[in-house]
């Protein structure tokens, strides 16, 4: 008989151990990575803040926001705005070299930051340039990270970061602690959470670091930026009034219904997955899970179900109201306004009902 393979070495403080070791027990206080981009922080950061103090005020630890820039782009400015949010201490590194996102600067400067100052959970926004970095920071530090989350929580019997996000297709919610390391990392799309009130009496600590690295250092080269002028134009994420159309509409012409109550109300148009794969809307205007995450004042569904994959993206908006031919689609069950009707003959009746309510109240104010 021959013996049987031993076991993979793992090194110490891995594999199956959850308790944290000593040294990672000293981690403490929630961190937000501050995003901004020519001149603009992302406020997304800004929601994660709110997130933070949260989670900090649960754990009796500081909120830390660490921003990373070129000297030449304001970071001191973004620091009080961030302070107003709830940071307490801002981590401020500057340096030529991270004049504009590049992962590779970033991922250093944002881990020297985390070895030094052993923040236990790092916050970062699921746009292109967070989910960029998240990645590239968790394999460096070799610590957990969840992404994509829509809640989040301090566990009441380890204290550590309970993420909760959907998975397998949304069919299940999934909640992930990293019991053995830190720090606990988890990014988070942009609508998921509040935007908390700024508040300008507060106040907090600068600290500035040094990056000491060189440009000949970097493979990654900066030669310009070109907009992308399409995405500007559509801003779902942060629009006040979303109607939305989904496969009970039946034809890419009937979708035209759905823009012109849009119009009338200044809103901007989403749509279901279905719809976008049928070639109906560009992809950029799907709401849900895959798509964008929604939190308008105001959220018209016509002719759309929904489906779990669909409402995580926008059961935060303010009111809902939905149109649709079944009395019986799930999408009455979170609706705050149900009408049970064509969408073909309901979407038209709003939008001329709307416009004449509209130009009466603006002549009254004219
Ligand atoms: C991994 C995964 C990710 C997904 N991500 C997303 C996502 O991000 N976003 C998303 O939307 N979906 C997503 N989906 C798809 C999702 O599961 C549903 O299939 C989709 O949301 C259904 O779209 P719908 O409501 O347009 O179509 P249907 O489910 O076909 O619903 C059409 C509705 O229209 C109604 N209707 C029919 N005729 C009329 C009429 N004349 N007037 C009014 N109502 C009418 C019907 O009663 C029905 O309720 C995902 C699925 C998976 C597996």
Redesign the pocket.
């Known amino acids: 008989m021959t013996e049987p393979a031993a076991p993979a070495k793992r090194p110490a403080g891995r594999g199956r151990n959850l308790e944290l070791s000593e040294e990672l027990k000293a981690y403490k206080g929630v961190w937000v990575f501050v995003e901004h981009d020519r001149g603009h922080v992302h406020s997304v950061s800004w929601e994660l803040l709110g997130e933070a103090r949260k989670l900090a005020d649960t754990l009796g630890s500081p909120v830390g926001a660490v921003l990373l820039g070129g000297a030449d782009e304001h970071l001191d400015k973004f620091a009080a705005e961030a302070i107003s949010f709830g940071a307490d201490t801002c981590y401020l590194m500057t340096d030529p070299v991270l004049k504009g996102y590049r992962n590779e600067p970033f991922t250093k400067g944002l881990t020297d930051l985390v070895n030094k100052y052993k923040p236990e959970i790092l916050l970062l926004g699921a746009t292109s340039q967070g989910r960029d970095l998240a990645g590239s920071v968790a394999t460096t530090l070799l610590t957990g990270l969840t992404a994509d989350c829509t809640e989040l929580n301090i566990d009441p019997v380890s204290k550590a970061l309970a993420a909760t996000r959907p998975t397998f ?3 299940l919610y999934c909640t992930i602690m990293t019991l053995a390391y830190r720090p606990q990392m988890a990014t988070v799309r942009p609508r998921v959470m509040l935007m908390p009130k700024a508040d300008s009496s507060r106040s907090g600590t600068l600290v500035h670091d040094m990056l000491g690295m060189v440009e000949t250092q970097i493979v990654t080269k900066l030669l310009d930026f070109i907009a992308d002028a399409h995405s500007n134009k559509i801003n779902l994420p942060y629009a006040d009034v979303i109607v939305s ?6 034809n890419p012409d009937n979708f035209k219904l759905v823009f012109e109550l849009a119009r009338v109300l200044g809103g901007e148009v989403g ?6 794969q049928a070639g109906w809307v560009e992809a950029e205007r ?6 964008k995450t929604v939190r308008p004042k105001l959220y018209i569904a ?9 409402r ?2 926008m059961e935060g908006s303010d009111v809902i109201v939905a ?4 009395p019986n ?3 009455f069950e979170f609706a705050h306004y149900g009408i049970v ?4 003959l ?1 979407l038209p009746a709003l939008t001329k009902a709307f416009a004449e309510h509209l130009s009466k109240r603006s002549a009254q104010v004219a």
Do not use: E, W, Y
């Open positions: 297709g949304g069919s159309g989904g496969k009970g509409l039946k749509s279901t997955r279905p719809c976008v799907q709401v849900g899970q895959t798509g016509a002719g759309i179900s929904g489906a779990v994959q669909h995580v993206g149109i649709n031919t079944d689609a799930p999408i009707g064509n969408a073909m309901v």
